[in-house]
T-cell receptor
């Protein structure tokens, strides 16, 4: 069982609201990620981090921002939510380096609905 | 309602059958490949990986085959069980990040 936690699991909010999706891991992993996944679709990388004070944009353009002030915490923020942001957001972490370099440990996801 | 399943190829098998899930990858420079399993309402979970210098790798009840000539990856599940019902994704490692392919839904009936 992976020790990576996301809150909230479900969130329904109105357009224009600011939201922060929380992600914490207790495995001491340096690398963390945010993926966006629409129902039945593939995962798209939106942000990642190599460690404290490191943040990088992923393959999919996103209006969200992230921060990495502590190793265990990687929150994602949307300053002004829109209906197009409705999706599931998955947080993950991995070891650097590791024998299974592709092994990401995922949280259970935050399902966001913007009305 | 949600459109899960309308976008996904689906493989339906009977319990005890062997399942084969296929994946085509795009980048010939990718050097590492992984299969993930995603159960409903959960995040993906690592199943098995393979490096590009290998053709085959076996785990417990699972085997991954890699054909670099045609850029094709497959996951074989032996003696499929109802608990194997999930969406399966292949992923390829490019540079320092993983790129996920489209998933395949595996439905196992008793």
């Amino acid at each position: 069982e992976a020790d990576i936690y996301q809150t909230p699991r479900y969130l329904v909010i109105g357009t224009g609201k600011k939201i922060t999706l929380e992600c914490s891991q207790t495995m001491g992993h340096d690398k963390m990620y945010w993926y966006q996944q629409d129902p039945g679709m593939e995962l798209h990388l939106i942000h990642y981090s190599y460690g404290v004070n490191s943040t990088e944009k992923g393959d999919l353009s996103s209006e969200s921002t992230v921060s990495r002030i502590r190793t265990e915490h990687f929150p994602l923020t949307l300053e002004s939510a829109r209906p197009s942001h409705t999706s599931q957001y998955l947080c993950a972490s991995s070891r650097i380096p590791g024998p299974r370099t592709g092994e990401l440990f995922f949280g259970e996801g935050s399902r966001l609905t913007v009305l | 309602g949600e459109s899960v399943g309308l976008h996904l190829p689906t493989l339906s098998v009977q319990e005890g059958d062997n399942s084969i899930i296929n994946c085509a990858y795009s980048n010939s420079a990718s050097d590492y490949f992984i299969w993930y399993k995603q159960e409903s309402g959960k995040g993906p979970q690592f199943i098995i990986d393979i490096r590009s210098n290998m053709d085959k790798r076996q785990g417990q009840r699972v085997t991954v085959l890699l054909n670099k000539t045609v850029k094709h990856l497959s996951l074989q599940i032996a003696a499929t069980q109802p608990g194997d019902s999930a969406v399966y994704f292949c992923a390829e490692k490019r540079y320092s990040t993983l790129t996920f392919g489209k998933g395949t839904m595996l439905l196992v009936s008793p």
